[in-house]
């Protein structure tokens, strides 16, 4: 699956910092143990079973916004850091895009893949940093990903140019809690499988300063450490 990758103008100064900058080495290792984790985490599973619980799990998580994202009308879509059981799943009569930097490597290294790829899909293997869609979408998913990127600045602006003005993004990220392990966090990997850490408020401030207007936030999954915040945002201008 051949992946589309073009340079980037690099992120706007107002909204880089030094907590937001590339990742280099601790996104390295993350990818190694996100393909460790799912073959472990699919490697007993059925693969028909498993598909039919996370197509459930990613409706129900829509269900609240189909109204508000027209999810009812056809749509250009993409489903970005898609994994190998994306959203892609429950987005039905939709022309659907799903980015991955690791599609090529989950497609040797799982055997269940294949058999949770959606027929119409457009899958492609290439990390959101880079990543120009050949057409605005009407809309973009970013579930359990972005704090997964290498550049978080550039994969943010690449994921604001995607969507036309007035389109939506459902982003999903663990958001920590408190102030304290936050900071511990970025200085040692405590959480090795996510190299950005942020709070929620971070997250919020980051869409504003890239024109999205956050039309609902809610906490999915309360934790000690992190909770699992959903933002619904519509891109102004």
């Given at each position: 699956?051949?992946?589309?990758?073009?340079?980037?103008?690099?992120?706007?100064?107002?909204?880089?910092?030094?907590?937001?900058?590339?990742?280099?080495?601790?996104?390295?290792?993350a990818?190694?143990?996100?393909?460790?984790?799912?073959?472990?985490?699919?490697?007993?599973?059925?693969p028909?079973?498993?598909?039919?619980?996370?197509?459930?799990?990613w409706?129900?998580?829509?269900?609240?916004?189909?109204?508000?994202?027209?999810?009812?009308?056809?749509?250009?879509?993409?489903?970005?850091?898609?994994?190998?059981?994306?959203?892609?799943?429950?987005?039905?009569?939709?022309?659907?895009?799903?980015?991955?930097?690791?599609?090529?490597?989950?497609?040797?290294?799982?055997?269940?893949?294949?058999?949770?790829?959606?027929?119409?899909?457009?899958?492609?293997?290439?990390?959101?940093?880079?990543?120009r869609?050949?057409?605005?979408?009407?809309?973009?998913?970013?579930?359990?990903?972005?704090?997964?990127?290498?550049?978080?600045?550039?994969?943010?602006?690449?994921?604001?140019?995607?969507?036309?003005?007035?389109?939506?993004?459902?982003?999903?990220?663990?958001?920590?809690?408190?102030?304290?392990?936050?900071?511990?966090?970025?200085?040692?990997?405590?959480?090795?499988?996510?190299?950005?850490?942020?709070?929620a408020?971070?997250?919020?401030?980051?869409l504003?300063?890239?024109?999205?207007?956050?039309?609902?936030?809610?906490?999915?999954?309360?934790?000690?450490?992190?909770?699992?915040?959903?933002?619904?945002?519509?891109?102004?201008?």
């Amino acid at each position: 699956m051949p992946g589309s990758r073009t340079p980037h103008a690099g992120p706007s100064p107002e909204t880089k910092s030094s907590a937001t900058r590339r990742a280099g080495w601790r996104w390295r290792m993350a990818q190694v143990l996100e393909r460790r984790w799912w073959k472990r985490y699919l490697g007993n599973k059925s693969p028909g079973e498993y598909r039919t619980w996370k197509r459930r799990y990613w409706l129900d998580l829509l269900a609240p916004h189909r109204h508000a994202l027209l999810l009812d009308e056809p749509q250009r879509l993409l489903d970005a850091g898609c994994g190998p059981a994306g959203i892609n799943l429950a987005l039905d009569g939709h022309n659907v895009t799903a980015l991955d930097p690791l599609l090529d490597r989950y497609s040797v290294e799982l055997p269940a893949f294949a058999a949770l790829q959606v027929p119409g899909v457009a899958y492609i293997s290439a990390p959101l940093e880079g990543y120009r869609h050949p057409q605005q979408v009407d809309g973009a998913c970013c579930l359990n990903a972005i704090n997964h990127v290498d550049d978080l600045d550039a994969a943010l602006d690449a994921l604001t140019a995607a969507v036309r003005p007035g389109g939506w993004l459902l982003l999903g990220v663990d958001a920590h809690r408190s102030p304290l392990l936050r900071a511990l966090f970025r200085a040692l990997p405590g959480d090795a499988l996510h190299p950005h850490q942020h709070s929620a408020m971070e997250y919020r401030r980051f869409l504003e300063a890239r024109g999205w207007q956050i039309e609902d936030q809610r906490c999915l999954k309360p934790g000690r450490i992190f909770d699992y915040v959903l933002f619904r945002a519509r891109r102004q201008g």
